[in-house]
């Protein structure tokens, strides 16, 4: 079946670090590919997106290169800020019976300290 | 513009119980779906609707059950709580079914008892 793998947090960076989760797929078709941001208390918000093999999502600082021959989507940025502490998701989006579905991965919890 | 709102934000329950979830989505949205997300986890599909007809399902028991009405609000429905039905409830509407871009609410956190 389908399915997204992205390593476990948390991860502890340093404010001005540089930050990558790591994400890869199983699927059956062509998906899109999502990261999503989860803040405490909050619903999920969409970060960037990416509907095609090698083309890059990009949103506020972070981006991610659809990588079909590796099945990745890697989450990057060069200089993380204590707002950016949240919980990252990885997803993958099929179209099935004309409605997409989603399928999330474990959710990576980031903190960045001062 | 509002949100994609969900009711109630919190919510305890007894075992054997049923439970009524509701969410509207944003104005022009036609699809709505539910996920489930256990502590810890990534959230899970549920349901997706469209048009009030229910266009996907995921791998959860016939006690779940949803519905959407004319105004595209929706309803999840679940019957006989159980202890592992504790999770927080997440809506996402979209302006159709397919390739477009799913908002979420902020969801609804059960307890079950």
């Known amino acids: 079946g389908d399915s997204v793998t992205q390593m476990e947090g948390p991860v502890t960076l340093s404010e001005e670090a540089f930050l990558t989760i790591n994400c890869t797929y199983t699927?059956?078709?062509?998906?899109?590919l999502f990261w999503y941001v989860q803040y405490p208390g909050e619903g999920l918000q969409l970060l960037l997106k990416?509907?095609?093999?090698?083309d890059k999502g990009s949103n506020k600082g972070f981006e991610a290169t659809y990588r079909k021959e590796t099945t990745s989507f890697h989450l990057e940025k060069g200089s993380v800020q204590v707002s950016d502490s949240a919980v990252y998701f990885c997803?993958?989006?099929?179209?099935?019976?004309?409605?997409?579905?989603?399928?999330f991965g474990i959710g990576t919890k980031l903190q960045v300290i001062p | 513009d509002a949100g994609v709102t969900q009711s109630p934000t919190h919510l305890i329950k007894t075992r054997g119980q049923h439970v009524t979830l509701r969410c509207s989505p944003i104005?022009?949205?036609?699809?709505v779906s539910w996920y489930q997300q256990v502590l810890g986890q990534g959230p899970q599909f549920i349901f997706q609707?469209?048009?009030?007809?229910?266009?996907g399902r995921g791998n959860f028991p016939d006690r779940f059950s949803a519905r959407q009405f004319p105004n595209y609000s929706s309803e999840l429905n679940v019957n006989a709580l159980l202890l592992g039905d504790s999770a927080l409830y997440l809506c996402?509407?979209?302006?159709?079914?397919?390739?477009?871009?799913?908002?979420f609410g902020q969801g609804t956190r059960l307890t079950v008892v």
């Open positions: 996402a509407s979209s302006l159709s079914g397919g390739k477009t871009e799913a908002f």
């Open positions: 699927a059956t078709g062509y998906p899109s």
């Open positions: 990416a509907t095609k093999a090698d």
């Open positions: 997803a993958l989006g099929l179209n099935s019976g004309g409605y997409q579905k989603v399928t």
């Open positions: 104005s022009g949205h036609k699809s």
């Open positions: 609707y469209y048009e009030k007809e229910e266009r």
